[in-house]
């Protein structure tokens, strides 16, 4: 199975500022990666699928890149709601796999 | 607005089967090209998949779990369900159900459900 690595695990961030997370792939997965949203309690949001599309209704804000094995997601100004843990998630191969997770945390 | 709701006991013995049904609200289980899935995320931890059926009624398990789960749906009734058997503790866990648009990624979520797999 696809081994989806994120770095870094945690970021401690100000709101405001400019995050990139990165994922990586053990194998090539294609465009097929997508961005989850966790909040504690909460389902995951989806954010981006297909490496760089939006999902309905996320904030612009939000943008992904990548192809192959590497991708990244970044927020380009945090707000106080984007503290979170954020998962990339690959559909390339069955079974699909969820990296560990990167936790956003308030500085 | 779709709305994905979990049910089942949220207290299973070990070595018995774990069953949950998703019922889903507010828009058709089988208009779209919709698949519909399990995914499930130990105390702490990170997302792991189950699996999926997709609209042809085709089930894709994930080879880990393959041997103890079946996923089914009734279409008549807008649910689709999970069955793990012979679970033991490393089966507790949130079990959400989600729906996969267009067979992509899960868009819409249930709340999630715990199940605690103790005696």
């Known amino acids: 199975e696809i081994v989806l690595t994120q770095s870094p695990a945690t970021l401690s961030l100000s709101p405001g500022e400019r995050v990139t997370l990165s994922c990586r792939a053990s194998?090539?997965?294609?465009?097929?990666l997508a961005w989850y949203q966790q909040k504690p309690g909460q389902a995951p949001r989806l954010l981006i699928y297909?490496?760089?599309n939006r999902a309905t209704g996320i904030p612009a804000r939000f943008s992904g890149s990548g192809a192959g094995t590497d991708f990244t997601l970044t927020i380009g100004s945090l707000e106080p709601e984007d503290f979170a843990v954020y998962y990339c998630?690959?559909?390339?191969?069955?079974?699909?796999?969820f990296g560990q997770g990167t936790k956003l945390e308030i500085k | 607005q779709v709305q994905l709701q979990e049910s089942g006991p949220g207290l299973v013995k070990p070595s018995q089967t774990l069953s949950l049904t998703c019922t889903v609200s507010?828009?058709?289980?089988?208009?779209?090209?919709?698949?519909w899935g399990w995914i499930r995320q130990h105390p702490g931890k990170g997302l792991e998949w189950i699996g999926y059926?997709?609209?042809?009624?085709?089930?894709y398990y994930n080879p880990s779990l393959k041997s103890r789960l079946t996923i089914s749906q009734e279409t008549s009734m807008n649910q689709f369900s999970l069955k793990l058997s012979s679970v033991t503790a490393a089966d507790t866990a949130v079990y959400y159900c989600?729906?996969?648009?267009?067979?992509?990624?899960?868009?819409?979520w249930g709340l999630g459900t715990l199940v605690t797999v103790s005696s």
């Open positions: 059926i997709d609209d042809r009624g085709y089930t």
């Open positions: 194998e090539s997965v294609s465009k097929y």
């Open positions: 989600a729906r996969l648009a267009g067979g992509y990624d899960p868009d819409y």
């Open positions: 297909d490496a760089s």
């Open positions: 998630q690959q559909r390339n191969n069955w079974p699909r796999t």
């Open positions: 507010g828009g058709s289980f089988t208009s779209g090209r919709h698949y």
